[in-house]
C-alpha cells in the first residue's frame, strides 16, 4: 500500500503561481509513475501531468503545457507541480496518483489506471 497527501493549494490571483507537493508513504518503490489530475464539481477527474519512476519522461495535458512542471524526488518520497501564470480556469481540487510499476505501456493520461490517490488540495484561482 501506498498513502499519497498533497499540500500547497490555496487561493491566489490569476498570473500567479503555486507549488504542489505530495508526500508519498508506505511501499514506495513498488511505484513507478506519479501523477497529477484535477477535477471540478460536476466533472471527470482530468489529466494534468505526470512523470516516470526515474524522472527522464513527462507528459502534460495541453492546457497546463508550459505552465506547468512535474518533479520527483524519489529519495524523499515526493512529487511536485509547479504551476505558474495561473488562470481562473485551472481552480479545481488536485489529486496526486500513483500507479505500480507495469510491463506493459498504458496510457498515463486515464485515471483507471492508477491505483492509489491523494485526498486532494484546492486550488482557487481570482480573476
Known amino acids: 500500500q501506498v498513502q499519497l497527501v498533497e499540500s500547497g493549494g490555496g487561493l491566489v490571483q490569476a498570473g500567479a503561481s503555486l507549488r504542489l507537493s505530495c508526500a508519498a508513504a508506505?511501499?514506495?518503490?513498488?511505484?513507478?509513475?506519479m501523477g497529477w489530475f484535477r477535477q471540478t464539481p460536476g466533472k471527470e477527474r482530468e489529466f494534468v501531468a505526470r512523470i516516470t519512476w526515474s524522472g527522464g519522461t513527462t507528459n502534460y495535458a495541453d492546457s497546463v503545457k508550459g505552465r506547468s512542471t512535474v518533479s520527483r524526488d524519489n529519495a524523499k518520497q515526493m512529487v511536485y507541480l509547479q504551476m505558474n501564470g495561473l488562470k481562473p480556469e485551472d481552480t479545481a481540487v488536485y489529486y496526486c496518483?500513483?500507479?505500480?510499476?507495469?510491463?506493459?505501456?498504458?496510457?498515463?493520461?486515464?485515471?483507471?489506471?492508477?491505483?492509489?490517490w491523494g485526498q486532494g488540495t484546492q486550488v482557487t484561482v481570482s480573476s
Open positions: 508506505g511501499h514506495f518503490s513498488s511505484i513507478g509513475d
Open positions: 496518483a500513483a500507479r505500480r510499476v507495469r510491463s506493459v505501456i498504458v496510457s498515463y493520461s486515464d485515471s483507471r489506471l492508477y491505483e492509489y
